[in-house]
């Protein structure tokens, strides 16, 4: 196949705060993949990031539906990420959407039902298995395995965040299960299995959200510890134990750049792969490719993940007694 060939993908973009920002300027990092169209609810941002990419300012969604667009990125804060995809799907349009990919498993039945009666490709943007050093950590455990994962032990807590930051936000659907903890979720899902079993101790902060959580999770194939946290500053390393040996995803293991593979025999392997263009072009090449080859589900952010994900989110929340508006 010629270049030429290669069908090019417009994206229209909702929301257009910091994320939109940086998937915006990682498409330049994805071949035949543009911004086509971007629509805010408040106009300037909207010109403003729209003029910086020679793309369309839209004056509603609808008019970003009708734009010509191939797929949608959903770049709101997650209080209002289902209600766009399944907007987005309706209309008929493909849907990447920003971590959480909405605020409970309800919700996310809903989104994945439009996507099943659009007949639209929908995928959670969850980012960390798209990077160079990911992908090639697994293909080595294939070829030098340390065994059957059984073990992830994995956090990230920063007491860095401004106050004002919607991770503190309750209206929003904040809180550092939801910004912070999903990654941990992937992370355990993805090499352990379904969740069976979440237990979980935490706080809530001044504004209503969980502030630090640590759960104790039972899986398919094993056991996960994971924290999360807004007002400690303890960004971690993740671990992958298994019986010949485990892995250390080094910090800041969500944006993964180094991996040292201690094996029980006593060999140590190094693993090094930088990323470019911010981190979130891979997914979105990732999903470009999905659509040419009109594929309806990411073999890698599964539904399954997604409902995985938020599921863990779910029990942890209800053990904290955190419930947001509507539920
Ligand atoms: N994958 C990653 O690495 C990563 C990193 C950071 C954040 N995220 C996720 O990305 C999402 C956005 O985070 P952010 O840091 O970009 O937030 P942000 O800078 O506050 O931007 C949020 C954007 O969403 C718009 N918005 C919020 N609520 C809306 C609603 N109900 N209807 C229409 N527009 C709405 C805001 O519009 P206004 O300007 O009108 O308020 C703004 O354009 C969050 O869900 C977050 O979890 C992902």
Known sequence: MTDTDIRPIRWGLIGAGRIAHRFAQGLAHVPHASVGAVWSRRAEPADALAREHGALACASVEALFASGIDAVYVATLQDSHADYAIAALRAGLPVLCEKPATINGAQLERVLDAARDAQRLF????????????????????????????????????????????S???????????????????????????????????????????????????????IAQL??????????????????????????????????????????????????????????????????????????????????MIAMADAARAALGLRFAGE
């Open 123 to 166: 995928m959670e943007a969850m980012k960390t298995p798209f990077y160079p050093l990911y992908r090639r950590l697994r293909e080595h455990l294939a070829r030098d395995p340390v065994g059957d994962v059984g073990l992830v032990r994995a956090g990230c807590s920063v007491a860095n965040v401004p106050a004002s930051h919607p």
């Open 168 to 222: 503190f936000s309750f209206e929003h659907a904040g809180g550092a299960l939801l910004d912070i903890g999903v990654y941990e979720m992937f992370l355990a899902t993805d090499w352990l299995g379904a969740p069976l079993d979440v237990q979980t101790i935490g706080r809530l902060g001044p504004t209503g959200v969980d502030t630090f959580a640590s759960l104790n999770c039972r899986h398919e194939r094993g």
């Open 227 to 308: 924290f999360c946290g807004l007002d400690l500053h303890g960004y971690g390393d993740a671990l992958l134990a298994g019986p010949l040996g485990h892995v250390t995803i080094h910090a800041n293991w969500w944006n993964p750049v180094r991996a040292t593979i201690r094996y029980a025999d006593g060999r140590m392997v190094e693993l090094d792969e930088p990323f470019e263009g911010g981190g979130l072009n891979y997914e979105t090449a990732h999903f470009c490719d999905l659509l040419r080859a009109g594929e309806r589900e990411s073999p890698v952010v599964t539904h399954d993940t997604s409902r995985r």
